[in-house]
Structures are given as structure tokens and as C-alpha cells.
């Protein structure tokens, strides 16, 4: 039988039954001189996605990760379409214009696609889509777990500034229109399909933050397989997509770790590189453990250098879903 590690097990148990065991409480961290310790808000439940500025070492926004369904790329030159991952979204395409077209969500062999976490438009679930191609967009998932249902989509125009679209029933019923308008100030415009369709606004300006503390749906590959995967929901940490870049260090000592010693890094500007695995979960202590080794070395937007480390991932009340990280700035 397929395996996957005690850590993601537990991960999509909590998607679904929300019911572990807290762990006990801690006093809480106390970072050393000249060190920030900060808490991110995300809570037992992973219902909230929070947006982090390094500078002025605040939580800009935060918005319940159900508030969207898709999102459409700001950048110039570029017509890209995002799911809201933080569900588990995903997207099957038809191969048909017909909105009657009959589709078997329950089918097991039915083609689904994911975004991929590390952000690029290429890899996104809706690349290359085509104009008037009726799509069916899996809402994903709730914080309970139950499914939030289906649409089906089709897109019927895109300019260099918007995206128009129908979208429908999963029986291809009460039709109705909506679009997206590029803002240069902002990363990504979103829509969300709630209450007869709407342009929602859950992410600041990106001006204001590098950090996104989420649940994000990703690959998580089978114990010893580089190949064979499932798609699962993690909580981790994405990065800004507008100029923000990351390296990590996991041998040298996170007070000793100098700006001189930046110059022997690559620094990435994947999404997810920071992601979810500075952490593991013992499934038989029932407890997550941070790995503290893990130093991870932060240009922001402004070109600034930061160096930040996770050192628990609950709260005072032992309470998980609370990413606790100390930061200082080189």
C-alpha cells in the first residue's frame, strides 16, 4: 500500500474532522535582544488567511479563506487565472461549449486539475484556457470539510485589462455574468460566486506586505516515490509575488548569521518556497515540532534583508494554526 508520512496524514484528518486533541499549554516564546517574535492568526480551524509586513512588523489584512473562489493576475502582458487553493479548488475541462454538457462529478476517472502551489502562471489549472470552453470549477472544501459545491464557467472575453465570464449551475442553469478589472496596485482581483456572483477585495495592496500566512493546497508526494503524489491542503507560508525572494539556512545558527554571509546564497522568488515543512507532526505524541534550524534569509519588496525562523506553530493555550516566528533585520 501507498504511504504517505505521519505529518500530511494528519493534515488532511484536520481538513476533515477539525476534533485532535490540543496540545497542552506553553508559556509563551521570549525572543533575545534585538529579535521580533510575531504570531500569525491562521486558527485551529485554518479559516484565515493573514498578510504580513516585515518593515513595520504588522498584520496588514486578514479575510476567512471561504471570502473567494478565483482570482485574475494583475501583471502586464499576462492573462492568468488562479483558484482559491486555500479549499482545495479544482478545475475539470468539459471539451465542450455546450452548458448542458452532463458531468459526473462523482467519476472517479474524471480529469481534475490544481494550481500549483509554487505560483507561476504556466502552472496554473486554468492555463491556456479557451475562450467559450465550458469549464467545472470544484469549490473545494469548507472548514468542516463538506464540499461547497460546483459552477460550471465559461470565459468570454480577455483584454489586456479584463476577464469576462459566464458562469452556471453544475446543470448549466440560471446563467449569469460577471468580470475582473486589472489594479496595478494589487497583486490579483478576485470574485467570489456567493450571493449571485461579486468582485471581493481580500488582499491588500502589494505595497503593504511580503508574507501570506495560509492554507494552500499542494503535492505531496508518497513515502520514497518522486513520482506518485496526492493533492493535499497544507498551512504554510507564501510569499508576495511582487519582488519578495527567499534562501534558506539550515546549518549555521539564526543569531550568527551575518549580512555578510548573504552573497553565498541563491534566493528564489517561488511562491511556496518557504511553504509548510518548517514544521513535522508526531502522530503518536499527539505534537508538532518546529524545526529551529531552519533560518530563512528574506530580501522584501524593498530590497531590505531580514532573517526569519519559526519557533512554534501554537498558541499561549496550545491551540494550533497560531505560525510563531522571530524575525531581525541585517
Same mark, same amino acid.
Given at each position: 500500500?501507498?504511504?504517505?508520512?505521519?505529518?500530511?496524514?494528519l493534515v488532511l484528518a484536520l481538513v476533515f474532522s477539525g476534533c485532535f486533541k490540543e496540545d497542552d499549554p506553553v508559556p509563551p516564546y521570549v525572543s533575545p535582544p534585538g529579535v521580533i517574535t510575531a504570531q500569525a492568526e491562521t486558527k485551529p480551524d485554518y479559516s484565515m488567511q493573514t498578510y504580513y509586513d516585515l518593515a513595520t512588523n504588522s498584520f496588514v489584512s486578514?479575510?476567512?479563506?471561504?471570502?473567494?473562489?478565483?482570482?485574475?493576475?494583475?501583471?502586464?502582458?499576462?492573462?492568468?487565472i488562479y483558484l482559491n487553493s486555500a479549499k482545495r479548488m479544482r478545475v475539470h475541462d468539459t471539451q465542450s461549449e455546450d452548458w448542458q454538457v452532463a458531468v459526473t462529478v462523482s467519476n472517479p476517472t474524471l480529469e481534475w486539475k490544481f494550481d500549483e502551489s509554487t505560483g507561476e502562471p504556466e502552472n496554473t489549472a486554468f492555463y491556456g484556457f479557451q475562450l467559450n470552453r465550458i469549464y467545472v470549477l470544484d469549490l473545494g472544501l469548507s472548514t468542516l470539510g463538506s464540499s461547497l459545491g460546483y459552477r460550471k464557467i465559461r470565459f468570454t472575453q480577455v483584454t489586456e485589462q479584463t476577464l469576462s465570464f459566464e458562469f452556471a449551475d453544475l446543470s448549466g442553469n440560471n /446563467?449569469?455574468?460577471?468580470?475582473?478589472?486589472?489594479?496595478?496596485?494589487?497583486?490579483?482581483?478576485?470574485?467570489?460566486?456567493?450571493?449571485?456572483?461579486?468582485?471581493?477585495?481580500?488582499?491588500?495592496?502589494?505595497?503593504?506586505?511580503?508574507?501570506?500566512?495560509?492554507?494552500?493546497?499542494t503535492r505531496v508526494f508518497y513515502e520514497g516515490s518522486t513520482t506518485e503524489f496526492e493533492w493535499y491542503l497544507v498551512n504554510g507560508t507564501l510569499l508576495n509575488p511582487d519582488g519578495v525572494a527567499v534562501a534558506v539556512d539550515s546549518t549555521d545558527n539564526f543569531s550568527g548569521i551575518t549580512y555578510a554571509d548573504l552573497s553565498g546564497f541563491t534566493f528564489s522568488t517561488q511562491r511556496?518556497?518557504?511553504?509548510?515543512?518548517?514544521?513535522?507532526?508526531?502522530?503518536?505524541?499527539? /505534537?508538532?515540532? /518546529?524545526?529551529?534550524?531552519?533560518?530563512?534569509?528574506?530580501?522584501?519588496?524593498?530590497?531590505?534583508?531580514?532573517?526569519?525562523?519559526? /519557533?512554534?506553530?501554537?498558541?499561549?493555550l496550545g491551540e494550533r494554526g497560531y505560525p510563531t516566528f522571530e524575525v531581525a533585520k541585517f
Open positions: 500500500m501507498k504511504r504517505i508520512s505521519s505529518i500530511y496524514i486578514s479575510n476567512h479563506r471561504e471570502d473567494w473562489d478565483i482570482s485574475f493576475l494583475c501583471r502586464v502582458g499576462i492573462s492568468a /446563467v449569469q455574468a460577471g468580470s475582473l478589472t486589472k489594479n496595478s496596485d494589487y497583486n490579483f482581483v478576485y470574485f467570489s460566486f456567493k450571493n449571485g456572483g461579486q468582485s471581493v477585495f481580500p488582499e491588500p495592496a502589494k505595497n503593504t506586505y511580503d508574507l501570506y500566512f495560509t492554507h494552500y493546497t511556496d518556497f518557504i511553504g509548510y515543512d518548517w514544521k513535522s507532526y508526531d502522530i503518536d505524541a499527539g /505534537v508538532y515540532t /518546529v524545526l529551529l534550524q531552519n533560518t530563512y534569509l528574506i530580501r522584501d519588496r524593498s530590497g531590505e534583508f531580514w532573517k526569519m525562523r519559526f /519557533v512554534s506553530f501554537t498558541n499561549d
